[in-house]
């Protein structure tokens, strides 16, 4: 109860600490993650273990770029893997989740209620139908398998998302735009999309690292080495005589990287697109 006499300025203070305390808990694994990317293997088995590394070393680094097991090729991989997705995501997801916000329709409940159970379901559950309808088509070990794989987790999550965001649009733009000669879907790319950009920033920003993220689809789909993403080539980097975690680090780092970017870049955006569509559901 104490807390609650605090004056204005020392609770200010007191939450203040709190959440850079909190904040510094969270971090400390991407801290850690970075320092030890920088040190010799050896000194990162060394005990007591070093908060900074005692002799920084870009090694790791070098050989990720330009080392046998090189990143471009899998990075390259991912970027086209994750744009695809998110396209094909974007595509599909938008215009469903308009058309359940916009139109009355039976059943639009249950729609609702799928999505929403799909989101539930673990990945391993449908490996093997998935598999089965990509050998009929010969998908396997072509990048539509994670592309459509990875669509099918994000179509959901952006059709969830944005439903609430479209409800809490006002129908009287539309409206007024049709009065201006506009059809419903003209109205729809030239006056709702604009106004729900926080709402699209945040489907794209998640529909990408969906996909970005991915391993299960890519190394149950995808056999070939040369094509798998990010994610599968960090098994390089451990083997029977040992394991280099000073790469593995480096390597965790680039992959990383991106998601970092995203959420420093469109943190603002990707808040208020979470939230200003929970108004209405």
Known sequence: MKFFRLSGRRKSIFINVIAIIISCIFLFPLYWLI??????NAEIFQSPQTLFPRQIQFDAYYDQLFGPNSIIRPFLNSLLIATC???VSMLLGIPAAYGLARFKMRGS???ILTFLITQMLPATL???PLFLIYKGFGFLNTFLAPIFSDSTIAIPFIVLILRPYFLSLPKDLEDSAK???CNTFSAFVRIMLPLSYPGLITAISFAFLFAWNDLIYAMTFINIA???PLT??????MDMYGTEWNKIMAYAVFLVTPVIIIFIFLQKYIVSGL???SVKG
């Open 226 to 228: 040369e094509m798998r």
């Open 126 to 128: 449908v490996l093997t």
């Open 109 to 111: 409940k249950i729609f």
């Open 275 to 277: 939230t200003s569509g």
């Open 35 to 40: 320092i030890s990317s920088l040190k010799p």
């Open 85 to 87: 997705s998110m396209i």
């Open 179 to 181: 009065i201006d000669g």
């Open 232 to 237: 599968a080539g960090i098994y390089h980097f």
